[in-house]
Structure formats: structure tokens, C-alpha cells
């Protein structure tokens, strides 16, 4: 796998449904060797995932709305303009939290969430029902969800 320079005009990333979000792969993995990814991540309010954790370092830039994220055992409200940062191994969840939908860019390093959004598009399909796959389908992907 080599890396490649890439230019993707406005609304031409693949797009996937992922627990009742759009995730928009902006520099997907293949592009970097795997070296990281970019995501937009537009999320209605009260849609995200809940608090999990994975291997890899996961930082967000919120372009548009509020997103309540819980990072390391603290809640925080982000707003348009803010950005935060879960080394790999941090618990960490998010959720949209303003009436209009946020949009979050989320950059993955090293690359490693895309094939779990695949397999989540793929596999979960009607929500809530679909819900109790996700949790097997992080295992699979070294996703650990912290869910009571």
C-alpha cells in the first residue's frame, strides 16, 4: 500500500450510516498507507457513540453545532471552532447536542476505525433493534464500548 495525493471536492466522500450518523470518509485510510484518516461525522442530536475505547489516538475539530463528549471521565460540551484529543486507550463518547445536526471532522492515527464503520453500516440497519450488534462488532475491530 503506498500513499497517494488526493483532492475530493465538496460532497464526493463515500458516506455511511453509523448509529443513526453520516460518516464521510474525507482521506480514507488506503490513501495514507494507513497512517491515519479523516472523517466528517454530522450528528443529530442524541446520536453518537457511547463511551468505548481502542488502541489508536482519535482527535475531533467540531466544524457546526454542539457535541457533548465524555473524555477521560469528564463531560464537555464542544461548540463550533473546538477541538479535543483521546490518546489511544482513553474512554471517550460523543453525541450530538445542539437541535441542529453537529459536524465533527475526526482524524484517526494510526487508521484503523474505517473498517469498523463498514461493518456497522452493513450490519446495523434498523435502530434501535440493531443496537445489541454493535458492541461484538467493536470486539472485532478493537472497540471496546464501556455499556452497562
Not at 120 to 134: F, N
Not at 135 to 143: M, S
Given at each position: 500500500?503506498t500513499k497517494?495525493?488526493?483532492v475530493?471536492?465538496?460532497?464526493?466522500?463515500?458516506?455511511?450510516g453509523?448509529m443513526?450518523?453520516k460518516?464521510?470518509?474525507?482521506?480514507?485510510?488506503?490513501?495514507?498507507?494507513?497512517?491515519f484518516?479523516?472523517?466528517?461525522?454530522?450528528l443529530p442530536?442524541?446520536?453518537?457513540?457511547?463511551?468505548h475505547?481502542?488502541?489508536?489516538d482519535?482527535?475531533?475539530?467540531?466544524?457546526?453545532?454542539e457535541?457533548l463528549?465524555e473524555?477521560?471521565g469528564?463531560?464537555?460540551?464542544?461548540?463550533a471552532?473546538d477541538?479535543?484529543?483521546?490518546p489511544?486507550?482513553?474512554?471517550?463518547?460523543?453525541?450530538?447536542?445542539?437541535?441542529?445536526?453537529?459536524r465533527?471532522?475526526?482524524?484517526?492515527?494510526?487508521?484503523?476505525?474505517?473498517?469498523?464503520?463498514?461493518?456497522?453500516?452493513?450490519e446495523?440497519?434498523?435502530?434501535?433493534?440493531d443496537m445489541?450488534?454493535?458492541?461484538?462488532i467493536g470486539r472485532?475491530?478493537?472497540?471496546?464500548f464501556?455499556?452497562?
Amino acid at each position: 500500500m503506498t500513499k497517494e495525493a488526493i483532492v475530493l471536492p465538496k460532497g464526493e466522500g463515500e458516506t455511511l450510516g453509523v448509529m443513526g450518523t453520516k460518516v464521510t470518509f474525507l482521506c480514507p485510510a488506503e490513501k495514507t498507507a494507513k497512517g491515519f484518516s479523516l472523517m466528517e461525522v454530522v450528528l443529530p442530536k442524541d446520536a453518537g457513540p457511547p463511551p468505548h475505547d481502542h488502541p489508536w489516538d482519535e482527535a475531533y475539530y467540531v466544524v457546526e453545532g454542539e457535541t457533548l463528549f465524555e473524555i477521560d471521565g469528564r463531560a464537555v460540551t464542544a461548540r463550533a471552532g473546538d477541538f479535543l484529543y483521546a490518546p489511544g486507550g482513553t474512554v471517550h463518547g460523543f453525541k450530538g447536542a445542539s437541535d441542529r445536526p453537529a459536524r465533527v471532522l475526526v482524524f484517526d492515527a494510526p487508521a484503523a476505525a474505517e473498517a469498523f464503520f463498514r461493518d456497522v453500516d452493513r450490519e446495523v440497519k434498523r435502530l434501535p433493534e440493531d443496537m445489541r450488534k454493535v458492541p461484538d462488532i467493536g470486539r472485532r475491530h478493537q472497540l471496546n464500548f464501556r455499556v452497562q
